[in-house]
């Protein structure tokens, strides 16, 4: 082990009242506090109070250390695995917040479930669920683009996950998902100095929520069991799938794998578009380009996934959307053994934050980078693009599983939404980020809608969903 040198950061608090302090920072303004942070201290620098200490990093060269290659030097961090205060709590031992080797059985039994194969299947639901939502907008001035983008992942995520209309139930699980966020997001100094055995108004919320969704989904897995097939779902996949040994997953893990899913595969991808429509609607020229390619490409017809790979402008969008504001801006690990981590020394239990939001603004990396410039993706810029500095999905055998399936879903929904509407900032709005669970417009997104004129009448197009 070489020198055991720390990283700089700000003094440790002396005392409660200073610890309230630091506190008070991270509830109101964390990705401000932690941005000038890394502009002061640098790529790495660490935070101390309460006697825990937490390094901040954002040097890609570290990021590929913890994720790659010492990846079996760190675990998730308690904020996701702590059954008592972190995200388990919530979602139980899905593969969000578990570790070690019941993660890696759980990775490999869910993996085929996101194959590429199975998830293609899922482009047709995308597309009618956006489309009946497009018609719902018909005639319409203003809408909280938030509450439309949450709306309808969250229908899309239901339908392949499950394979069964439960609209009845939709706003209560809108209304549980909501929840779930707000109380995992809370930086509160009082949520987190009181006991846990009070039942603050938000903890009372949470528990419903949970109470709520176990609900629905043991139903649902109950009602599957009556006929035990597949039914090309998600959870026929969970149901019937078998480690090595021949052994399947219980109803609760089934149950917290789907709960993870909900959660994790409807708000990350609403919020990476209404970021994109935020952007758009300051942008122009962009949007002018990726009219352009739409209107080129599809002639008025509904995209199908075959149609993806014609519309690469497209996607470059989604790419430079996620990466001004990533849905999973911050992610953490705890070393459970020493570490060197460049010129410094981590030791054992030190908490780790991964900042994608900071190492994605880092103009070391990346050219103007508060400039929405969607071409840094493009085939002959990409390759340039420095390792580990764009990680909207995580890094290394952590990265999101669901990252085909929500790229694939983020692009459908981008061309056909501008096929249809522009989408407009209201004079003198401002947008705020809200730092929760994901990175959320804060109070929603109200935008003005303005119909565009297309080719021709939107129909269906004559060729059917192919593999890409």
Request: one cysteine or more; aromatic letters at 8%.
């Amino acid at each position: 082990m070489a020198a055991q040198t720390l990283p700089p950061g700000p003094q440790a608090p002396r005392n409660f009242f200073q610890l309230l302090q630091l506190m008070r920072k991270f509830e109101t303004d964390m990705l401000g506090y932690v941005s000038r942070s890394f502009k002061q201290y640098g790529g790495i620098w660490k935070i101390e109070a309460g006697g825990e200490i937490q390094y901040m990093i954002s040097e890609p060269d570290l990021i590929q250390e913890i994720t790659v290659k010492q990846a079996d030097k760190f675990h998730k961090s308690p904020d996701y695995i702590d059954d008592k205060r972190g995200l388990a709590r919530f979602l139980g031992t899905g593969l969000l917040t578990n570790d070690g080797e019941f993660w890696k059985r759980q990775r490999k039994l869910v993996a085929p479930a996101f194959h590429t194969k199975r998830i293609e299947a899922y482009a047709q639901t995308m597309v009618d669920s956006t489309k009946a939502m497009l018609d719902r907008w018909h005639g319409q001035s203003t809408l909280d683009i938030d509450d439309e983008m949450m709306r309808v992942t969250l229908q899309i995520v239901v339908k392949t996950l499950f394979n069964v209309d439960i609209s009845a139930e939709a706003e209560r699980i809108g209304d549980a998902m909501t929840a779930l966020q707000q109380m995992v997001g809370n930086n509160s100094i009082v949520e987190k100095l009181l006991p846990l055995w009070i039942p603050t108004p938000q903890r009372r919320r949470s528990k419903k929520a949970v109470d709520d969704l176990d609900e629905i989904i043991y139903g649902l897995i109950a009602d599957w069991k009556k006929e035990g097939k597949d039914n090309g779902d998600l959870l026929s996949m969970l149901m019937l799938t078998r480690d090595d040994e021949g052994n399947g997953m219980s109803d609760k893990q089934v149950r917290d794998e789907a709960v993870t899913l909900f959660l994790a595969g409807h708000d990350t991808t609403a919020n990476t578009l209404n970021w994109t429509w935020y952007l758009l609607a300051q942008n122009p020229e962009v949007e002018a380009k990726l009219h352009h390619e739409i209107d080129t490409v599809l002639g008025g017809n509904l995209p199908t996934l075959a149609d993806l790979r014609r519309l690469p402008y497209s996607e470059m969008v989604i790419k430079e959307s996620m990466r001004l504001f990533p849905p999973a801006y911050f992610f953490g690990r705890v070393a459970i053994d020493d570490v060197q981590l460049g010129n410094f020394y981590a030791p054992k239990g030190t908490g780790i934050g991964i900042s994608s939001y900071t190492v994605h603004r880092d103009p070391r990396w990346w050219d103007a980078p508060e400039t929405f410039r969607p071409e840094r993706f493009s085939p002959e810029n990409a390759e340039h693009i420095r390792k580990y500095s764009y990680i909207p999905f995580g890094a290394g055998p952590r990265v999101c599983i669901g990252n085909s399936f929500a790229m694939m879903e983020a692009h459908l929904m981008l061309v056909m939404i501008a096929q249809r509407y522009q989408l407009r900032l209201s004079a003198g709005q401002e947008v705020k980020i809200d730092p929760l669970l994901t990175m959320k417009p804060k109070g929603g997104l109200h935008l003005l809608l303005e119909e565009r004129q297309v080719s021709r009448p939107l129909s269906v197009s004559s060729h059917q969903l192919e593999a890409v």
